[in-house]
Nanobody, 118 residues
């Protein structure tokens, strides 16, 4: 099993910045990709950004140029720097990892609230 522990999030005014981090832990696992999804009230969970081992990134169109995903491969940690935040970015943000133990599976963090409001 792989455990994901998120930190960061909170309340920020429109135009402000926040950073999220997520560390993966467990035994005998290999991470193939990490990233972030979000879910706003009444909406489906959606991809925000992912970063695969080969360095390939994938961003939701509406966050391109504002959000930056990065990884510390040695620490099995993924970061999301969010700039120029908008009220529409308000959601619970979930850390994601695709990792192989005996088999490859998707793992999720518990979620952290990001609220953009004046």
């Amino acid at each position: 099993q792989v455990q994901l522990v998120e930190s960061g999030g909170g309340l920020v005014q429109p135009g402000g910045s926040l950073g999220l981090s997520c560390a993966a832990s467990g035994s005998s696992f290999t991470i193939n990709a990490m990233g972030w999804y979000r879910q706003a009230p009444g909406k489906q969970r959606e991809l925000v950004a992912t970063l695969a081992n080969g360095g390939i990134t994938n961003y939701k169109d509406s966050v391109k140029g504002r959000f930056t995903i990065s990884r510390d491969f040695a620490k099995n940690t993924v970061y999301l720097q969010m700039n120029t935040l908008k009220p529409d970015d308000t959601a619970v943000y979930f850390c994601y990892a695709r990792a192989r133990t005996r088999y490859e599976n998707d793992y999720w963090g518990q979620g952290t609230q990001v609220t953009v409001s004046s």
